[in-house]
C-alpha cells in the first residue's frame, strides 16, 4: 500500500478493509519517513504493533 492511501485510510472516519497477512485491521497512523503503519487487528485491539505499507492490502 502507498504512503498517501494509507494516511487517507487512516484519517477517514470510515472503515476501509485493509488486510495484514490475511488478518483485518485498522491503521492508526502512518510513519511515511520509516514507511511503517500502526495497526491493530479488528479483533484484538490490544495487539498494536508497527508494519511495513508494503505489507498492506486493501480489498
Not at 490475511?22 to 491493530?40: K, L, M, S, T
Amino acid at each position: 500500500m502507498n504512503i498517501q492511501r494509507a494516511k487517507e485510510i487512516a484519517k477517514s472516519p470510515s472503515m476501509a478493509k485493509v488486510f495484514y497477512e490475511g488478518v483485518p485491521i485498522y491503521i492508526q497512523n502512518v510513519d511515511e519517513g520509516n514507511e511503517v503503519a500502526r495497526i491493530f487487528p479488528l479483533d484484538h485491539p490490544e495487539q498494536e504493533q508497527e508494519v511495513p505499507l508494503n505489507n498492506l492490502e486493501e480489498r
